[in-house]
């Protein structure tokens, strides 16, 4: 009987050790699959970890669409105006047309850094130089750019604008703006352009205060950019849909200068006959000093001497470097110095 209690002990511990070798088993069988969730899971993060694929957008401008993956590091600007624009966004071009007359002819803060390479005209740019800087993005103007389209695209994502409106389609200052902020959206500065915005709506709101105070914003204004030509004078006179009388709006001013006619442009090109119907607004001009048409060609004209804002001093002189062509920061720089010309 004890040897039958004896056995029976030994089978029940056997069964206990068997139970415990099953559950020893689930258990490990349990480990196994929380590594192999693991595993998936470490796979996922390495996952993670790996670059992700370049969004590919589709961006519209004055030509169609062009299609630009991930965001673009080496620009080409084909036209001064692009060029201030992504210099403005603290991005330097790899390069730019016409470096020598941008800076004889643009006047902003910001330096065009010594490695930009210059890729010739504006109109005629070199298209092996571009192509040899391997540019991620050519930003032109819709007039250089349109027959040769293509040709860009093929070199790198191509971008075209028009900065002249037709007439019923808005004014130049809008189109400045909005390209502005396309171009900030490609670059991926859309907080950049934001601040340089708000930059210029506060210089606008100083230049303001300042002319108000001086009570300078009473009198009209006519902007003409004065050059020869064979020898004449010859004004470029801005009309209220151009940038340049937009910006100086923005500082409570108004433009005397009204044409019969739309000016796609902005301008109406006259010669001195056409001065006198402005005589009594205060004359703000865009010259050359290499071209000085006012102490050259005029100075012995009998006109000129005889328009009231000649003989009452009022005639001022923002610079040949003052470019009515130009982005946020032409705009800065014309509204800060229109104001302080005005009330000097």
């Known amino acids: 009987m004890r040897s039958m209690k004896g056995l029976v002990f030994i089978v029940l511990i056997f069964a206990v ?40 957008r589709t961006i519209k401008h004055a030509l169609g669409e ?23 966004l603290g991005v330097q071009p790899v390069g730019i047309a016409d470096i020598e ?26 298209l092996e130089l571009i192509a040899s800087l391997k540019p991620d993005l050519i930003i032109g103007l819709k007039s250089n750019l349109e027959a040769g389209f293509e040709t860009y695209n093929n070199i790198a994502p191509t971008l075209v604008f028009d900065p002249y409106p037709a007439e019923g389609q808005g004014d130049q200052y809008e189109e400045m703006i909005n390209t502005f902020n396309t171009i900030a959206d490609v670059l991926d500065k859309k907080d950049e352009a934001a601040n340089v915005l708000s930059d210029l709506d506060q210089t606008y709101a100083d230049a303001k205060a300042k002319l108000e105070a001086a009570g300078m914003t009473e009198k009209p204004f006519a902007l003409a950019m004065g050059y020869s030509n064979q020898n004449a004078a010859v004004f470029r006179i801005s009309t209220d849909n151009s940038l340049a009388v937009k910006i100086l709006e923005h500082i409570g001013l108004t433009n005397a200068h009204k044409p019969g006619q739309f000016e796609v442009y902005g ?30 060609q005029l100075k012995d004209n009998p006109v000129w001497k005889g328009l009231n804002f000649v003989k009452e001093d ?25 104001a302080d010309l005005l009330t000097q």
């Not at 009022?314 to 229109?338: C, F, H, I, N």
Request: charged share 15%; hydrophobic share 35%; net charge negative.
């Open 17 to 56: 050790v068997l139970a415990g070798c099953g559950g020893g088993a689930a258990s490990n069988g349990g480990s196994g699959s929380t590594t192999a969730q693991n595993s998936d899971q470490g796979a996922a993060q390495g996952g993670d970890n790996t670059e992700a694929t370049p969004e590919t």
């Open 66 to 88: 062009t299609k630009i993956t991930g965001v673009p590091k080496r620009v080409v600007a084909l036209e001064w105006l692009y060029a201030e624009d992504v210099l403005a």
């Open 101 to 126: 007359g941008m800076k004889q002819w643009v006047n902003i803060p910001v330096e065009i850094g010594s490695d930009v390479t210059d890729v010739g005209t504006r109109q005629e740019p070199n």
């Open 267 to 296: 301008f109406t090109t006259a010669d001195v006959e056409a001065l006198p119907a402005l005589q009594d607004a205060n004359f703000l001009h865009i010259i050359q000093d290499s071209d000085n048409i006012i102490e050259n």
């Open 314 to 338: 009022r005639v001022y002189a923002l610079g040949g470097d003052m470019w009515p062509y130009g982005g946020p920061l032409s705009a800065q720089t014309m509204a800060q110095k229109t």
